[in-house]
């Protein structure tokens, strides 16, 4: 059993940073891939970025490159989403997941492909 937990959402007006964490149980951390995603009012579910269990490969979200960096520190066991700039569209409940079925075939942008998610951190940004 894995827990996740977030945190460092919060209100921030438009063009400014957040950095969120992501604190998670077990003794294997460094296996796991990780991601994260987030859901606006309204809308579905979406990808935001994705990391490997060494922290040697980052996936995003074709429109987040740039802005967003995903990383994390194995001895901690917290992944983190640096987010810059931003705007009212960035405006969403975030969520990290975690993936520690290593048979599961490879999709990290996908939902499905990850058995644990935290309970969310909201994320508003102000014009």
Do not use: H
């Not at 931003?86 to 997941?97: F, G, I, N, S």
Request: hydrophobic letters at 35%.
């Amino acid at each position: 059993q894995v827990q996740l937990v977030e945190s460092g959402g919060g209100l921030v007006q438009a063009g400014g940073s957040l950095r969120l964490s992501c604190a998670a149980s077990g003794r294997t951390f460094s296996t796991y891939t990780m991601g994260w995603f987030r859901q606006a009012p309204g809308k579905e579910r979406e990808f935001v970025a994705a990391i490997t269990g060494s922290g040697g490969s980052t996936y995003f979200a074709d429109s987040l490159k740039g802005r967003f960096t995903i990383s994390r520190d194995n001895a901690k066991n917290t992944l983190y989403l640096q987010m810059n700039s931003l705007q009212p569209e960035d405006t969403a409940v975030y969520y990290c997941a975690a993936n520690t079925i290593i048979s599961r075939a490879w999709a990290p942008n996908s939902g499905n492909f990850y058995n644990y998610w935290g309970q969310g951190t909201q994320v508003t940004v102000s014009s």
